[in-house]
């Protein structure tokens, strides 16, 4: 177990959520969105759903197209609810 996964577990767990840097033109701040697939109520397709998320990524590491996952944490400003955990894949 990790001593991340530790420090969630014993403070609560926290909604941890991985998609991809849409917006890195703000200072510690990126925008990611989140994909994700659903079936439609009434006709069973599966359909393409997605969110933007503000994060804060303090060391101004992650960049446009890179593959990052975001952990929830308390308010930072007033749209930022969560910050960057780790670079999961760089763009390429």
Same mark, same amino acid.
């Given at each position: *177990?990790?001593?991340?996964?530790?420090?969630? /577990?014993? &403070?609560?767990? @926290?909604?941890?959520?991985? %998609?991809?840097? #849409?917006?890195?033109? *703000?200072?510690?701040?990126?925008?990611?969105? /989140?994909? &994700?697939?659903? @079936?439609?109520?009434?006709? %069973?397709?599966? #359909?393409?759903?997605?969110?933007?998320?503000?994060?804060?990524?303090?060391?101004?590491?992650?960049?446009?197209?890179?593959?990052?996952?975001?952990?929830?944490?308390?308010?930072?400003?007033?749209?930022?609810?969560?910050?960057?955990?780790?670079?999961?894949?760089?763009?390429?």
């Amino acid at each position: *177990m990790s001593e991340e996964h530790a420090q969630a /577990i014993e &403070r609560g767990a @926290r909604k941890v959520r991985t %998609g991809v840097v #849409v917006s890195d033109k *703000m200072d510690k701040t990126v925008v990611v969105r /989140i994909d &994700r697939h659903v @079936r439609h109520a009434l006709y %069973g397709k599966t #359909v393409r759903r997605s969110s933007k998320l503000s994060a804060h990524d303090e060391a101004n590491d992650a960049h446009l197209g890179d593959t990052v996952r975001v952990m929830e944490t308390r308010p930072t400003s007033k749209s930022k609810r969560w910050r960057v955990v780790e670079i999961v894949e760089r763009a390429k």
